[in-house]
């Protein structure tokens, strides 16, 4: 469906930015998209912290039909919640978002958010401090997502299976990648590639 290993200086014509940010290059001989996110870049909406923040940054397509999409990124951050992974959007009010989020001088937490009626939940486990990338997945099957993570690009492990009540099966859905610096600029993250392929059923956790 779509292969992006940001091997040339333009990227693919189907994908397009919500919230472009100010400073983005393509390496091409590293071979991976670079984004330094503006400060005071967020999506959230409401739950506990009380705020609605949808201006994070945000390359995606549209895609119809059930998919798995697949990253590598790599993060040099410098604020709390400095973050950068994978998003899945229906509307502000409808999306899921996965990536690991910066604590500073304590485990980083890796986990997923997921919006439903303009509210958002975030579930986390703790990632290593001294880690600087991972492997991020999101499944869609029907309106269904599995989100899983990985060290290493072949072992995966499931972080959260949801449903997105605004999903309406047939209508597509914007998907691909986001970071954000919800404090303040100075975040660098790297996307090694970005792959989303036709789902052929359930793919395996390890």
Request: some cysteine.
């Amino acid at each position: 469906m779509l292969s992006e290993a940001f091997s040339t200086a333009a990227l693919d014509p189907r994908l397009r930015w919500h919230c472009e940010p100010r400073r983005w290059t393509i390496d091409t001989v590293k071979r991976r998209l670079r984004i330094e996110p503006d400060g005071a870049t967020d999506f959230w909406q409401r739950t506990h912290y009380g705020f609605e923040a949808d201006n994070g940054h945000f390359l995606f397509a549209e895609t119809v039909g059930d998919f798995v999409m697949t990253t590598r990124v790599h993060f040099l951050p410098k604020h709390q919640y400095d973050q950068a992974g994978l998003m899945v959007r229906l509307s502000a009010a409808c999306w899921i978002k996965t990536s690991v989020e910066y604590e500073p001088d304590a485990p980083a937490r890796l986990g997923a958010v997921v919006t439903n009626a303009g509210y958002s939940d975030w579930s986390t486990q703790e990632f290593p401090a001294d880690r600087t990338d991972t492997w991020l997945r999101i499944r869609r099957e029907r309106a269904d997502y599995t989100v899983d993570a990985s060290l290493d690009g072949r072992r995966w492990q499931q972080i959260r299976m949801a449903h997105l009540h605004d999903d309406r099966l047939a209508a597509p859905v914007a998907c691909g990648l986001y970071a954000c610096s919800p404090e303040a600029g100075g975040f660098v993250t790297e996307f090694a590639h970005l792959d989303i392929t036709a789902s052929l059923g359930s793919a395996p956790t390890s």
